[in-house]
């Protein structure tokens, strides 16, 4: 079958397909009843375990005590049972290994007795302790291809689920995934111990300020959610989609996001179907969603969360993205979480909307009416601005990525220089603390809309700025710069850890203060202005976009680091190892492994596209192209030969046949890069990858899509932008 018959197969096979868009019917579902009927929560642990072992674990849970080894059978037989009634057949440690995905490893509960049969069995230690192969997850030279032993822990923070599958149901067991010589192989175990970091460092600023009831502070976290969802059949025939989740080719379609139509539209039938039922396979597992809505790319939509402390968080969130991938197929479509997979319109992020708060529910970062005189959060947000000045190249490399990098910058992310959005009414604040004390607040008062059948509406202090990466917004800092594709675990780690290291400052020298007999009010109208005064290159509420900030940014000492190559050198600087260690979130070979780990994912997913960019170019759109130019070299013989001269036609073919030969000249230098490696440390690798095969990979793009516009659309052999974003 030709090409042309392909692409108009696959349009009338959309045309016609039919979906059943009745699969949820909230109508007769409870959502009360329905939330968290599937989790292995608090009440149910509460119902079903002996009181003695359920207090040992709720103050696990609750209160970071070391659990006691002695109550895991009764936990494991209670989760069994529990497991059992609803279905399950096996049981699976679910961990994080750097691959930045989840991993899982399915047992059966059976087990065979002497006489032939069998019974359903779930031992405290088959809880405490999984062991899968950790030979063939990324190491970073941490343990060699023979070494195969690995650890999976069972994290009782996060609690356990049912999962259910086509043919019964699987108890998901999150955890912690560790070497056999104890190093973290995961993203689970880093942002832990960076939790308890940043919470005993928080601890110690309550205490100063006689808060001797909260005995932990949590990192929260409310990370929104961005994808598109394009038709399946449109992603089985872009071989792009399919090995590197991009599109590597695509002239733009003559309707993109322009008109902003799309953003908080009418959200689509058969879209609205899907989030329905992903919605109710949620809130079944326990995932507080709270919002949906178109984004403002064309077959771009979010979903979010509200806040949780950041492991469970972590684990939602990843989940969330399984669930996407899983229901998506239902409706005949396939979810993309690329950062940037269609050139030209917005790519997709994961807001990180993150705080800290109390055991007892305290948002530290709430700054109520008047936060001038709130001197609680004011040395917790003024810690925090700290942080970010101090750390910004961190926090940069949190987020870095081969798929970022084509995000970051663009019009719907914040660029790679990190500052803060503080609002007019807390920038106020700050300089005014800076210049010696704050004595007022900024009140934002009431909004007149001018017509007076609507109410007066209450009008923030501040507005908000999209620019930003790491912004404040009400009572939590976003960092808009986290990529969609990936797992939140590593930019919270990130942030605790830098976090920590301020507040443990600011309690040093607090503490130092108050014990010279200095009231607690004098030593922090004493402290913050040295603060902001030291950290305040890092505010900044313009555009984030302008080239004048660019040329502030640089004035200012503020680092650009424009890709993922130019900022994986950080992980492994000094004053890095030096941060890590101290507050034990990563050791020196922890780091060393995951910049090793990096630098070759980098270089592996730049390579993929590249071969991806190649095979294309020289099995489907250059036999394309050339196909047009001999139907149009024949055509203009055949005119000729009649006795007509068709010069603007003979122009057309020239043009054709020199955009056909720089194709096949960049093809040829694609295929030079993908074949020469560099030597020496990781990042070099990388370097060669960026500058080699990305640039050749561009190259051949450039062209490609310009050919795209000249070769008709019933030769052209890959369904179109136009076919995929609209065609809904």
Known sequence: MSSTNDRQAILQTIAGEKHDLQRVNFKETNLKELFGINVFNDATQKAMLPKPIYKALQRTIKQGDV?????????????????????????????????????EKHDSFLSPTSDGGAIAEFSGKELVRGEPDASSFPSGGIRA???ARGYTAWDPTSPAFIFDGPNGATLVIPTAFVSWTGEALDKKTPLLRSMEAVSKQAIRVLRLFGNHAAKKVFSTVGPEQEYFLVDKHFYFARPDLITSGRSLFGAPSPKGQELEDQYFGSIPERVLACMAELETELFKLGVPVKTRHNEVAPAQYEIAPIFEDSNLAHDHQMLT?????RTAPKYGMVALFHEKPFK????????????????????????????HDNAQFLVFCAATIRAVAKYPELLRVSVASAHNDHRLGANEAPPAIISIFLGDQLQDVMDQLEAGGAKSTKQGGFMEVGVSVLPKLPKDAGDR????????????????????????????TVLNTIVAESLDYVATQLESMTKAGKPLNQAIQELLPTILKESKKVLFNGDGYSAEWHAEAERRGLPNLKTTVDALPVIVRQDSLELFSKYKVYSE???QSRYNI????????VSVEGKTVLMIGKTMILPAAIRYQSELASSIAATKAAGVEVPSQVELLKTLAGSIGALQSALAKLEHDLGHH???DPIEHAKAARDGILASSTAVREIADSLETMVPGDLWPMPTYLDMLFIK
């Open 67 to 103: 659990l006691d080894p002695t109550i895991a059978d009764a936990v494991a037989n209670a989760m069994k049972d529990w497991a059992l009634s609803k279905g399950a057949t096996h049981y699976t440690h679910l961990f994080y290994p750097m691959t930045g995905l989840t991993a």
């Open 145 to 147: 291809t023979f070494e």
């Open 321 to 325: 993205m399984e669930v996407i991938r």
């Open 344 to 371: 030209g319109i917005n790519g997709s992020g994961k807001h990180n909307n993150w705080s800290l708060a109390t055991d007892l529910g305290e948002n530290l970062l709430e700054p109520g009416a008047t936060p």
């Open 465 to 492: 700025n999209r620019t930003s990466p790491f912004a404040f917004t009400g009572n939590k800092f976003e960092f808009r710069a986290v990529g969609s594709s990936q797992s939140i675990a590593g930019p919270n």
């Open 589 to 591: 070979r922890e780091l």
């Open 598 to 605: 990096l630098c070759e994912t980098y270089v592996k997913n």
């Open 678 to 680: 560099a030597d020496g």
